[in-house]
């Protein structure tokens, strides 16, 4: 079965062809990152004119690396939620078009539970090895939730951000460490073999498996001013004279903003999986291309088998859509033609 997947939620315009749920053809990802870091974030009318010049190029080039025509395709999938309304628009509409011009059925797929499907696009079938329930990290520049996934498109909430979302919480912390956006990868780089010597808070929210990141962003703040680091103006990077002088207080706040992330992401989702017997941990979302995330949890897991995609397949991507839509074939019906977008769509 292949199926074309297109994901338009947030500041990537991707298209991708996988063959039954697990085969990637194809993966096609235009990024519009330089163009929003000028304004030090996403700005969501760039976002939504943005896939809208380039969201044929790209599904073309999917066809064509895949060598595939639209003719043979079994289905489309795309993300109707959550994400940025004028966005997900822009790829729902070509897909309503696309699904109906072909007669061909068309799937609304979950931007959060594609970020999970992702773990199903390389090595063992989840589902056989090691098997379900598995305990699910989504870690996104707009979620945190640890989920518990029973069996196919079955999920459990057991905890999610109180305030800010991981990804966000590096987003800012860059902006104020004058790292530039996106602030994820800026952070990782900084922080690249320095041991912290200055120590962040951690918010372990006691009992609960929920998480919060902004009382760490004000406390890295505080200490940034505090050593006369002020924050700056957004998408402004530092000049060359700035850097040397500054360098190694940025690189240590990073580093130590860095551990306390890690920190409560490893204990939190190794607390979720012991407390529900999970069989093995899958990660995904942008912040877990996260090295020393990666690491601490494949180091921490005491034998429990941890799945985490490559990089590449967690950040956005449009072979997690299609992947998804595979499995959820088999679960839920195909989306009728007013399959509408869900900017506040949730998991369990
Ligand atoms: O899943 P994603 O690509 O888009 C959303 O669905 O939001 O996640 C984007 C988020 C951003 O906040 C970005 O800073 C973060 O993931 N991110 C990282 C890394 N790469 C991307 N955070 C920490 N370390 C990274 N290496
Ligand atoms: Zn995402």
């Given at each position: 079965m292949l199926i074309l997947g297109i994901e338009t939620s947030c500041d990537e315009t991707a298209a991708a062809v996988v063959e039954n749920?697990?085969?990637?053809?194809s993966n096609t990802v235009a990024s519009q990152v330089e163009m929003h870091a000028r304004y030090g974030g996403v700005v969501p009318e760039v976002a939504s004119r943005q896939h809208i010049l380039q969201i044929l190029p790209v599904v073309s080039q999917a066809l064509k690396q895949a060598e595939v025509?639209?003719?043979?395709?079994h289905a489309v999938a795309v993300t109707h939620?959550?994400?940025?309304a004028g966005a997900l628009l822009v790829g729902v509409n070509l897909a309503k078009a696309l699904a109906f011009a072909k007669g061909i059925p068309l799937y609304g797929i979950n931007h959060l539970e594609g970020h999970i499907y992702?773990?199903?696009?390389?090595?063992?079938d989840p589902e056989s090895s090691p098997g379900f329930p598995l305990l699910c990290l989504v870690a996104s520049g707009g979620h945190t939730d640890l989920v518990l996934m029973?069996?196919?498109?079955a999920y459990s909430l057991l905890g999610r951000t109180r305030d800010d979302a991981a990804g966000e919480s590096f987003d800012k912390a860059a902006r104020t460490l004058g790292?530039?956006?996106?602030?994820g990868p800026a952070i990782q780089r900084a922080a690249q073999g320095v041991t912290p010597g200055e120590r962040l808070p951690r918010?372990?929210?006691?009992?609960?498996?929920d998480f919060s990141f902004s009382g760490l962003k004000t406390a890295l703040l505080h200490k940034a001013q505090s050593h006369g680091l002020t924050p700056r103006s957004a998408g402004e990077a530092m000049g060359a004279g700035d850097v040397a002088s500054r360098e190694p207080l940025v690189k240590d706040l990073a580093a130590a903003f860095q551990e306390s992330v890690v920190d409560v992401l490893v204990s939190k989702t190794l607390d979720a999986a012991r407390r529900t017997g999970a069989n093995g941990i899958i990660l995904g979302g942008?912040?877990?291309?996260n090295t020393l995330l990666r690491e601490r949890m494949r180091a921490s897991s005491g034998g429990l088998p941890v799945m985490i995609p490559p990089p590449a397949l967690c950040v956005d991507n449009a072979a997690m859509i299609a992947a998804c839509a595979y499995f959820h074939s088999r679960h839920h019906p195909v989306a009728g033609w007013d399959l509408d977008i869900m900017p506040s769509l949730g998991l369990g």
């Open positions: 749920g697990r085969r990637i053809l025509t639209l003719d043979q395709l939620g959550p994400g940025l992702a773990a199903w696009l390389q090595g063992d029973e069996r196919h498109g790292l530039g956006y996106p602030g918010a372990w929210m006691a009992g609960s498996l942008g912040v877990t291309a």
